[in-house]
């Protein structure tokens, strides 16, 4: 008669040839009936299972399970569930009493922070506990059947941000565009001049747009902050821009020109470029190790005060877009105007 089980998958011959003697779920040839049965069924499923069985609920687990346990697969088997799962057993603790009291449970994209192959990660799981019984009918583990949801939870997460960016970028659009048309008309001497000039402003302002959703190739920095600042001004003798004009890859490009766009879309409507006397400097520098440094500095324009609280667009330069560069950003609300610097790490296009 074979020996149980009776199956060629890896973990079949891993649950044959382990010493199960050493653990107090006890040799195979002890387990009731209702285990082996359990354990046959799971071994043939495509979908990830693993059960806990007994005093010290030692883990069973399928192939499909395998990947989720990492690098602590190498000795998983038979260990007990909390010293296989320690870092997250405070976390599912509840769950398996309810399950041990003959309750069924069910958690969707419940956050865990496991340890699995050697470093702390963000995880997300779907699964259910439900109580495993004996041949007398009493509960002696549980199963858990799982899948982990962690690409779809961060992908969602993604999609929220995008979403909320695209939002705040139309909001923005149509405040600019009314600013740009209301400074346009203030200090046009005819109405043709202002309707000329307006053509143009808007399409600059397209063309800053269109730039910051271009991907495939780097972009020049002093290109992309011309292109970024020059559709908010009425006379572009007002921005000082200066700084190495190098080709920077298309992720950065495209963070470096939000935060430029956002920057002056807010000195439009609050700062320096709300007046008629406000000016902005732009400068920047590059060093030999690949460090970028911008400053974007207001004079002139109303007094400053920090706001009473922080909105999307300061968590944009701050904290989105210096993502980009790996680095830091940072905002200060001088009472003479705005300051923001960023820092970090810059990329040419052939190195992304």
């Known amino acids: 008669m074979p020996h149980f089980p009776d199956d060629d998958s890896e973990m079949g011959k891993a649950i044959r040839l382990f010493d199960w003697a050493s653990t107090a779920a006890?040799?195979?040839?002890?387990?009731?009936?209702?285990?082996?049965?359990?354990?046959?069924?799971?071994?043939?499923?495509?979908?990830?299972?693993?059960?806990?069985?007994?005093?010290?609920?030692?883990?069973?687990?399928?192939?499909?399970?395998?990947?989720?346990?990492?690098?602590?697969?190498?000795?998983?088997?038979?260990?007990?569930?909390?010293?296989?799962?320690?870092?997250?057993?405070?976390?599912?603790?509840?769950?398996?009493?309810?399950?041990?009291?003959?309750?069924?449970?069910?958690?969707?994209?419940?956050?865990?922070?496991?340890?699995?192959?050697?470093?702390?990660?963000?995880?997300?799981?779907?699964?259910s506990y439900s109580p495993l019984y004996d041949d007398n009918g009493k509960v002696a583990g549980l199963i858990n059947i799982t899948i982990e949801t962690t690409a779809t939870v961060e992908s969602r997460k993604r999609e929220e941000l995008l979403r909320r960016e695209l939002v705040h970028r139309v909001k923005n659009t149509m405040a600019i565009t009314t600013a740009v048309v209301s400074a346009t008309m203030r200090h046009s001497q005819t109405l043709e001049e202002a309707r000329d000039t307006i053509k143009k402003r808007i399409a600059a302002l397209g063309n800053a747009q269109n730039l910051m959703h271009a991907s495939g190739k780097g972009a020049g920095i002093i290109a992309l902050v011309c292109d970024s600042v020059y559709p908010h001004l009425d006379d572009r003798a007002r921005v000082t821009i200066s700084g190495p004009d190098v080709e920077i890859a298309p992720q950065q490009a495209l963070g470096l020109s939000l935060a430029v766009y956002e920057l002056a879309t807010n000195a439009l409507k609050y700062g320096a470029l709300s007046n008629e006397s406000g000016r902005v400097d732009i400068r920047w520098t590059l060093d030999g190790d690949d460090r970028f440094e911008l400053r974007w500095r207001e004079t002139g324009g109303?007094?400053?005060?920090?706001?009473?609280?922080?909105?999307?667009?300061?968590?944009?330069?701050?904290?989105?877009?210096?993502?980009?560069?790996?680095?830091?950003?940072?905002?200060?609300?001088?009472?003479?105007?705005?300051?923001?610097?960023?820092?970090g790490k810059y990329e040419t296009a052939a190195q992304e």
């Open 26 to 127: 006890g040799p195979t040839d002890t387990w009731p009936v209702a285990l082996k049965t359990t354990v046959r069924t799971m071994l043939k499923q495509g979908h990830a299972i693993c059960l806990f069985w007994g005093p010290d609920l030692n883990i069973i687990y399928n192939d499909a399970y395998r990947p989720f346990l990492g690098l602590k697969e190498r000795e998983a088997l038979g260990k007990p569930f909390h010293v296989i799962w320690s870092d997250v057993w405070d976390d599912v603790k509840h769950f398996v009493e309810t399950a041990l009291s003959g309750k069924g449970t069910f958690a969707e994209d419940l956050h865990l922070i496991m340890d699995r192959n050697g470093y702390p990660e963000d995880t997300y799981w779907t699964f």
């Open 302 to 343: 109303p007094r400053v005060s920090a706001p009473k609280r922080t909105g999307f667009g300061s968590r944009l330069t701050n904290q989105i877009v210096a993502a980009y560069f790996s680095g830091e950003g940072r905002t200060f609300y001088h009472p003479d105007g705005l300051v923001f610097e960023l820092d």
